[in-house]
């Protein structure tokens, strides 16, 4: 009996371990349509490293949805269309194609945070579970009937990083046991409707990232996790211009808010109602850190810190 086949869309580490994880489960990839990795995009293994090792064809897809990508994918008559943190909106022609259906996997517990970067938005909102969903692909985004899930827990101090890293491990997971059931039809569908009501969240611009004093403590803490590296960072506008804050907890210290306190612990910043410890500053695009001489650096850049 030959395999059942698939061509796979996929992006980022997850994509990377779902890739994976089809073909543990012994399904033939026939091509796989992603993008170039990014400069700024080398701390994870790219899908088509794995795909290029499995003498996977490997197309890069800056315009996915076009005629001939679609009379390619149709040649090939695959069983499955995959989806894996791709960044395309695949048209709804596509998802005709294949005999088994076509699904995305979605990093949230759908149906709440459909949408981009569910990850980074479920640590801005400060909540403490998220997970990883396989579900059917419709025209609308994040929409058709949950074959899967996993849940994954978010610790106080998690980074966008450290849960992206669970949520690829999840969804490898995820995808090699739910192939046995696809294949046959066999795998239960739910609903995103009986399941409540959905939420939705945007691409998250570079503004999303913005320290507001007017923020609590706790606020500016889970915009810090949710862009530490190697995303860009959130950040602050001084009278220096704009100063990336890489690294900071919450402490106990007392600062007024939007000031910056030069204490024997560290530098403490401000909020509305506490302040966070600084652990590494940067300027601009500058990537080194300043780890121990904040204060005076501050200054040399022409910030007061208060000093009691």
Known sequence: MSKPTAVVCAYSSVGTAALEGLLEAGIDVLVLYT???????????PPAVVAQARGIPVHMAPAFNDDGVYEAIRNLQPDFLFSFYFREMIQARFLELPRLGAYNLHGSLLPKYRGRAPLNWVLVKGETETGITLHAMTPKPDD??????????????????????????????????ALPGLVDGSIPRID?????????????????????????????????????????????????????????????????????????????????????????????????????????????LGIPTWVD
């Not at 993008?35 to 293994?45: I, V």
């Not at 849960?163 to 997971?173: I, M, Q, S, V, W």
């Not at 652990?279 to 780890?291: K, N, T, Y």
């Open 144 to 177: 058709g009937h949950i074959l899967a899930q996993t849940r994954l827990a978010i610790a106080w101090d998690e980074t966008a990083l450290s849960l992206t890293d669970k949520a690829a491990r999840a969804g490898r997971n995820l995808v090699r046991e």
């Open 192 to 300: 995103q409707k009986t399941l409540g009501p959905s939420t939705y969240f945007g691409g998250r611009k570079p503004a999303d990232s913005r320290l507001d004093f007017a923020m609590t403590r706790g606020e500016a803490f889970n915009q810090i996790r949710a862009v530490a590296d190697p995303w860009p960072n959130a950040f602050l506008e001084t009278p220096a211009g704009s100063l990336k804050v890489a690294w900071a907890l919450p402490t106990d210290g007392s600062c007024p808010p939007g000031r910056f306190r030069a204490t024997r612990e560290g530098v403490l910043l401000g909020f509305a109602d506490g302040a966070l410890r600084l652990h590494a500053l940067r300027r601009g695009a500058d990537r080194s850190e300043r780890p121990s001489d904040h204060a005076q650096w501050l200054e040399e």
């Open 35 to 45: 993008y170039a990795q990014g400069a700024d995009e080398h701390w994870f293994t």
